[in-house]
């Protein structure tokens, strides 16, 4: 009888305790770890935050709001660990990252989104020493991903062979990572892919300076036939280059932004391709020194 009276005592206090830990936070409970938040229908659906105010209690907070919808962090100090902290987060459709020390293999607590539509990662992994970006492979476990940005990283080839391997991808954007003029080429791979932006290259101590992104990138993209949407940055192209993509037959909308090209050809692509629209403008001469020249090396 006795042993009876206290299993139910247990019971009786330990399962509120539980259900409680479990309980979403609210919504002064998040901002006071100093995070934004957004509700719809009396729901968490929104939050941003700068995680490098956030410790491990901070993130197992955040990892309660299950409702959540949609989620940006900024800073450097997220870590593979506080990312698997996260994993309750299974209705979210979109992560924005700028700034974390995940390992490539950390990517692997991303499968944990199953609804994730659209992943943002910008300045990834600066500071870890061994990042390849080949752990974005692991995003290949996201049935829903369809819109991925990679930016800033201290990465390269590898990273776009890891993308390809992203099937169900319909949108990348890329810039300001340390990729060789063969990467873009790992793109091809990508079935479904309608939306494309390329960006050029840094330039980094040690490695050739020649551009990741010219008129011969453009033949290796006039191969990725599904493409309906094209942003081009940050390169000297020419019409010779350009006319290569008279070969997507979906093609609808081009950008051309920060991008030295001649005005004259500029005007003869756009008999060549009568139902894209066309937008650019062209480059000053200072845009040419400082972007093109001094920062891109170009």
């Given at each position: 009888m006795q042993r009876s009276i206290l299993l139910t005592l247990i019971v009786t206090v330990v399962l509120p305790l539980r259900m409680l830990s479990a309980a979403e936070p609210t919504v002064a409970a998040l901002e006071k770890l100093g995070a934004q938040v957004r509700q719809s229908g009396g729901e968490i659906v929104d939050i941003k935050a700068d995680c490098d105010k956030l410790g491990d209690d901070g993130?197992?907070?955040?990892?309660?709001?299950?409702?959540l919808k949609s989620l940006s962090l900024s800073g450097k100090a997220m870590s593979d660990d506080?990312?698997?902290?996260?994993?309750?987060?299974?209705n979210l459709e979109s992560i924005l990252l700028n700034g974390t020390e995940l390992s490539d293999d950390g990517y692997r607590h991303f499968a944990a989104?199953?609804?994730?539509?659209?992943?943002?990662?910008?300045?990834?992994?600066?500071?870890?020493?061994?990042?390849?970006?080949?752990?974005?492979?692991?995003l290949k476990a996201l049935p829903n991903l369809e819109r991925l940005t990679f930016a800033g990283a201290t990465a390269g080839d590898a990273a776009f062979k890891a993308v390809a391997e992203i099937q169900q991808l319909k949108e990348f954007s890329q810039w300001h990572n340390l990729e060789t003029a063969a990467a873009i080429g790992h793109l091809t791979e990508l079935p479904n892919l309608r939306a494309l932006k390329i960006g050029q290259r840094l330039p980094s101590r040690g490695r050739p300076l020649t551009a990741s992104f010219d008129d011969a990138t453009l033949a290796v993209i006039a191969?990725?036939?599904?493409?309906?949407?094209?942003?081009?940055?940050e390169a000297r192209l020419t019409l010779a280059g350009l006319k290569h993509l008279q070969s997507l037959p979906h093609l609808r909308e081009l950008k051309l932004q920060w991008v030295d090209v001649p005005a004259a050809d500029v005007e003869q692509l756009r008999?060549?391709?009568?139902?894209?629209?066309?937008?650019?403008?062209?480059?000053?001469?200072?845009?040419?020194?400082?972007?093109?020249?001094?920062?891109?090396?170009?």
């Amino acid at each position: 009888m006795q042993r009876s009276i206290l299993l139910t005592l247990i019971v009786t206090v330990v399962l509120p305790l539980r259900m409680l830990s479990a309980a979403e936070p609210t919504v002064a409970a998040l901002e006071k770890l100093g995070a934004q938040v957004r509700q719809s229908g009396g729901e968490i659906v929104d939050i941003k935050a700068d995680c490098d105010k956030l410790g491990d209690d901070g993130y197992r907070l955040i990892g309660q709001a299950t409702s959540l919808k949609s989620l940006s962090l900024s800073g450097k100090a997220m870590s593979d660990d506080q990312l698997a902290m996260l994993s309750g987060l299974t209705n979210l459709e979109s992560i924005l990252l700028n700034g974390t020390e995940l390992s490539d293999d950390g990517y692997r607590h991303f499968a944990a989104f199953p609804q994730l539509k659209r992943l943002s990662l910008f300045h990834p992994s600066r500071n870890v020493e061994n990042f390849t970006g080949a752990g974005l492979a692991h995003l290949k476990a996201l049935p829903n991903l369809e819109r991925l940005t990679f930016a800033g990283a201290t990465a390269g080839d590898a990273a776009f062979k890891a993308v390809a391997e992203i099937q169900q991808l319909k949108e990348f954007s890329q810039w300001h990572n340390l990729e060789t003029a063969a990467a873009i080429g790992h793109l091809t791979e990508l079935p479904n892919l309608r939306a494309l932006k390329i960006g050029q290259r840094l330039p980094s101590r040690g490695r050739p300076l020649t551009a990741s992104f010219d008129d011969a990138t453009l033949a290796v993209i006039a191969r990725m036939k599904t493409l309906e949407k094209l942003d081009l940055q940050e390169a000297r192209l020419t019409l010779a280059g350009l006319k290569h993509l008279q070969s997507l037959p979906h093609l609808r909308e081009l950008k051309l932004q920060w991008v030295d090209v001649p005005a004259a050809d500029v005007e003869q692509l756009r008999k060549l391709l009568p139902n894209v629209k066309l937008n650019w403008e062209p480059m000053t001469d200072e845009e040419r020194e400082s972007l093109l020249t001094k920062k891109l090396k170009l």
